[in-house]
């Protein structure tokens, strides 16, 4: 069975700060696919990356970086010097190839940017 | 960029109603997504279809009943709503051949009353 854990429910940091939020995931695939997702206070969803099982790279986009670590099921993301525009919640989330087209979202990490 | 577009973007209903909503995916996009999000909850997928077929099923509920049109839009129908369906649904699409990559929809807002 698939599942997607992100420990940290709220984090606060002030403006400048780096912040890494983690993922743990479980799955019994060989092939799958990696989410995360940015959601604002106005509520929208923002998918911000996808990565796929068998592509370890870590991807790096302005102030974006992520950190998958197969032997450790883990998909860490990393903001660098936090805005106040970062504010939201993020979701990591898991879609296994043999698993149909469903995508399991994590509970979600709250972050708080404080100027 | 199109983007994906969902209507009505806010619905209010009474218990026992009913509510329809609509889903217009990105231009060329095969597959569509239905997800519900309670209030500080995480989206639980419902349901998806790829060429107009249901290609999977979540935990949508016997009284709500979906499908994709010839156009690719898809209607989400929802019947004898209950207070616990008040939530946010989104709607979401893909190209299959894309692995997936999921763009979402500003969503709707249900409240039942």
């Known amino acids: 069975a698939q599942k997607v854990t992100q420990a940290q429910t709220e984090i606060s940091v002030v403006e400048k700060e780096d912040v890494t939020l983690d993922c743990v995931y479980e799955?019994?695939?060989?092939?799958?696919?990696l989410f995360w997702y940015k959601q604002p206070p106005s509520g929208e969803l923002v998918f911000l990356i996808r990565?796929?099982?068998?592509?370890?790279q870590n991807e790096i986009s302005g102030r974006y970086s992520w950190n998958f670590q197969k032997s450790t099921s883990s998909f860490n993301f990393t903001i660098t010097a936090s805005q106040v525009v970062d504010s939201a919640v993020y979701f990591c989330?898991?879609?296994?190839?043999?698993?149909?087209?469903?995508?399991?979202f994590g509970a979600g990490t709250r972050l708080f940017v404080k100027a | 960029a199109a983007g994906v577009i969902q209507s009505p973007r806010h619905l209010i209903k009474e218990k026992r109603e009913t509510a329809t909503l609509k889903c217009y995916p990105i231009?060329?996009?095969?597959?569509v997504y239905w997800y519900q999000q309670g209030p500080g909850q995480d989206p639980q997928f419902l349901i998806s279809?790829?060429?107009?077929?249901?290609?999977d099923k979540g935990s949508i509920p016997d009284r709500f009943s979906a499908q994709q049109f010839s156009d690719y839009h898809s209607e989400l129908n929802m019947s004898s709503l209950e207070l616990g369906d008040s939530a946010l649904y989104f709607c979401?699409?893909?190209?299959?051949?894309?692995?997936?990559?999921?763009?979402f929809g500003p969503g709707t807002r249900l409240l039942v009353l």
């Open positions: 979401a699409s893909s190209f299959k051949s894309q692995s997936r990559s999921q763009y």
């Open positions: 799955t019994r695939d060989t092939t799958y696919y």
């Open positions: 990565r796929n099982s068998f592509d370890e």
């Open positions: 989330a898991l879609s296994e190839d043999t698993g149909g087209f469903k995508t399991i």
């Open positions: 231009p060329r996009h095969d597959t």
């Open positions: 279809f790829y060429e107009k077929m249901q290609s």
